[in-house]
């Protein structure tokens, strides 16, 4: 890049980041030369978009014109202190000029989100229609977090959002707010407009899935599978949202309702009670929800960082882990920084250097804990964890793909993510 064109550029970031000057800023995005690229999966988007290796990082490069980018850029910055899943934003870059003299467009530059793959890398050759499902399923609970917080996507797809595995399941994530707006609270209308779009956009991928071949179904299961994220939505919006009412004796609803909350992956920061006139009748309703019980308490107790299905999973071994070594009257978090020492740490260190960027750790243990059981039911006996892992990292770990930035490796080469291949 020359001096002069350096000198033009104008980078929007909260903090600096020196070496963005290094890349060619001077070359359209499509034209880069490879060395400045990761060959990371790609979705399909309205934009040019490349993935860039900047030291030990990977960003994600998207190239807009300069207002849309400053706008997403606040957007996405705004999510994130929100704490809503979504990509993070690195900087916008205007003032580009070709090596022609000519104007280029800005760039919004985002951290690539490690572990992560776009709907259409959940599938390489085939995608099972339960995988579908799944994705819908975690793309519903994404959308219900957006509304809760106030934001109206305006594009809901499964082509803006990211996909992290999430024991079995997944854990969607914001990747485009280009048509995002944040409001102190949504409307039933603009919520039921952003499900709607959502059910079109999810069907009309579906159906170009099935016309490559990937999917194997018939207009009607597509159909089903997009009219899920309605469904879904509808009975988590409810279960959040809603008020309840029943008899004054019935106190045991009121810890029943925040424990069904609790197993969606959500938390009650605080209940409205109300009775009525004669005391007969007690209202609650949930005032104000969050996203993350699970994951908020392994962290607490192990400084562990997961995915909400994770975490539950971690946190189910831990009690088991607890009650086999009959420490239930401890201080759970005792017991849980012994856990870590005894059971989770050895699995980590278990798997050969070379393979541990292929699954993320809490992903990995989940793992072995689901090969551990498979293993045991073959056999018809209780498996040893340390037979387990050594079975898992010998016959499945390196069958996997390095999930932590898959390079050099193009998307029609990803080998299949099958979740059931247990």
């Given amino acids: 890049m020359s001096t002069s064109t350096a000198a033009s550029l104008q980078i929007t970031a909260a903090r600096p980041y020196p070496e963005l000057l290094d890349l060619p800023w001077d070359v359209p995005l499509e034209e880069w030369p490879e060395h400045h690229l990761a060959a990371l999966p790609r979705g399909i988007s309205r934009h040019i978009v490349r993935f860039v290796k900047l030291g030990n990082r990977v960003l994600a490069v998207k190239e807009t014109n300069a207002p849309i980018a400053h706008r997403e850029y606040r957007m996405l910055r705004l999510l994130n202190r929100l704490e809503v899943p979504s990509v993070a934003p690195v900087a916008v870059i205007t ?29 390489s050759q085939t995608l099972r229609p339960d995988t579908a499902k799944r994705a819908v399923d975690a793309l519903a609970v994404l959308l219900v977090k957006l509304h809760l917080t106030g934001f109206y996507w305006g594009d809901v797809s499964l082509s803006n959002a990211l996909f992290r595995r999430d024991a079995g399941a997944f854990a969607a994530y914001l990747v485009d707010a280009e048509t995002g707006e944040l409001y102190d609270e949504l409307s039933t209308g603009q919520r039921e407009y952003d499900v709607d779009l959502a059910r079109t956009n999810i069907a009309g991928e579906l159906m170009d899935v099935v016309a490559s071949r990937a999917l194997d179904a018939d207009m009607d299961e597509v159909l089903a599978i997009a009219d899920r994220i309605v469904s879904r939505y509808h009975v988590l919006w409810a279960e959040l949202t809603e008020p309840e009412s029943f008899e004054r004796g019935d106190r045991w609803r009121v810890e029943a309702r925040i424990r069904r909350l609790n197993d ?16 007969t009748t007690v209202r609650i309703e949930p005032k104000v929800v969050d996203a993350g019980h699970h994951s908020r308490r392994l962290l607490r107790l192990t ?24 420490r239930q009257g401890e201080d759970e978090e005792i017991v849980a920084h012994d856990w870590v020492a005894d059971v989770f740490e050895p699995v980590q260190r278990a798997v050969p250097r070379e ?44 069958t996997k793909p390095d999930e932590r930035a898959v390079l050099g490796v193009d998307t029609q080469q990803i080998p299949i993510v099958d979740p059931d291949m247990y």
């Avoid at 003032?95 to 599938?123: F, M, W």
């Avoid at 969606?264 to 409205?272: A, N, P, Q, Y």
């Avoid at 400084?303 to 009959?326: F, H, K, M, V, W």
């Avoid at 551990?372 to 499945?396: F, T």
């Fill in 264 to 279: 969606l992956g959500f938390d009650v920061g605080e209940l409205s009670i109300t009775t009525d006139i004669d005391g």
């Fill in 303 to 326: 400084g562990l960082d997961a995915e909400e299905n994770q975490a539950r999973r971690l946190l189910n071994d831990l009690d088991s882990y607890t009650a086999a070594n009959g």
């Fill in 355 to 398: 393979m541990r960027g292929k699954v993320e750790a809490a992903e990995l243990f989940h793992e072995v804990l689901e090969h551990r059981w498979y293993l045991s039911e073959r056999a018809s006996r209780d498996v040893g964890l340390e037979e387990a892992v050594n079975s898992y990292v010998v016959g499945v770990l390196p």
């Fill in 95 to 123: 003032g580009r000029v070709g090596r022609d003299g000519e104007p280029l467009n800005a760039v919004l530059i985002t951290r690539h989100l490690q572990y992560s793959l776009p709907y259409r890398a959940l599938y």
